[in-house]
């Protein structure tokens, strides 16, 4: 990573020396705090979370005024939300959330699956407004957002409903599994 310095842009020669050293302290102490707090191979990494947060607090350097300590408890809380923010936001873009059940749906059974299998049978004991949700995402591979504007309805009522129907879900799934 190129040092980033507040007043002339990426790689000033002379530097400030105790941006330098909060720009080290980032990539030593704080790559570590971040990584293990990262799921394995996922689409987040330690060097993007440190990356923005080292820029927002460019954009906010006159505030850091008071010494190194403050400089670097104000990282690692604009590190720790940077983190938040990209894990929400992929939450948001992913076409398969997680969970047991959608693991079920997606993995072991492709899209256009037919329609007698163990657990798309249960799906299509569910209210016709969950199964067609559920239809629509795992079987034609649509995002919630994109569910959302063929319904007429907002993003995070396809959440809601994606949410009760899984529900639904695990409970049929737990009384087919019961003896009578």
């Not at 020669?13 to 030593?28: I, K, R, T, Y």
Request: proline share 6%; net charge positive.
């Amino acid at each position: 990573m190129g040092v980033l310095h507040p007043q002339t842009g990426p790689a000033a020669p002379d530097g400030d020396a105790q941006w330098h050293d909060l720009v080290s302290w980032a990539e030593s102490n704080l790559r570590g705090q971040i990584e293990r707090s990262l799921p394995a191979g996922g689409p987040i990494s330690a060097t993007t979370v440190i990356h923005s947060a080292l820029r927002r607090t460019v954009e906010r350097r006159a505030r850091l005024r008071h010494g190194m300590q403050h400089a670097q408890a104000f990282l690692a809380g604009i590190a720790k939300r940077v983190r938040s923010e990209k894990f929400r936001r992929e939450r948001r873009l992913c076409r398969s959330p997680e969970g047991a059940v959608v693991v079920a749906l997606a993995d072991g059974e492709a899209a256009g699956a037919p329609a007698e299998s163990p657990l798309w049978g249960l799906v299509l004991e569910l209210p016709p407004n969950l199964r067609e949700l559920l239809e629509s995402l795992y079987r034609e591979g649509l995002t919630f957002r994109e569910y959302a504007a063929r319904s007429g309805k907002s993003e995070k009522q396809v959440e809601r409903m994606h949410q009760r129907a899984l529900e639904q879900l695990r409970r049929l799934s737990r009384s087919a599994e019961e003896p009578v």
